[in-house]
């Protein structure tokens, strides 16, 4: 049974920083691209980036390019999405899920997953 639990959201003022943390179990970690979603309340959930097994192939959707990284872990089975310079059109719930590749998994075309959390709220406002 797949498990994952997020982390690291909150309350932060425009141009701040947030780290979010990802746990995954009951997968073979390495055999999978992971990536961050985020999804507002009314609208569909939307990739923000993912990164492949190895961290060499990374995406990043234009909302994200330029102020979050996304990072794995893959001895502890986390995936990491440090964002800085945040806006408040960033408030949403934020997840995270794994797939085939992260182009796929970033754009929607790759929706095999179904074992998401419960996310994590970040909330950027003043």
């Known amino acids: 049974q797949v498990q994952v639990q997020e982390s690291g959201g909150g309350l932060v003022q425009p141009g701040g920083s947030l780290r979010l943390s990802c746990t995954v179990s009951?997968?073979?970690?390495?055999?999978?691209?992971m990536g961050w979603f985020r999804q507002e309340p009314g609208k569909q959930r939307e990739g923000v980036a993912c990164?492949?097994?190895?961290?060499?192939?990374?995406v990043y959707m234009p909302t994200a390019e330029g102020r979050f990284t996304i990072s794995r872990d893959n001895a502890k089975n986390t995936v990491t999405l440090q964002m800085k310079n945040l806006l408040p059109e960033d408030t949403a719930v934020y997840y995270c899920?794994?797939?085939?590749?992260?182009?796929?998994?970033?754009?929607?075309?790759?929706?095999?997953?179904?074992?998401w959390g419960q996310g994590t709220q970040v909330t950027v406002s003043s």
């Open positions: 899920g794994a797939g085939s590749s992260p182009w796929l998994l970033c754009h929607g075309r790759d929706d095999s997953f179904n074992s």
């Open positions: 990164i492949n097994w190895a961290a060499v192939d990374i």
């Open positions: 009951g997968l073979t970690f390495d055999d999978y691209a």
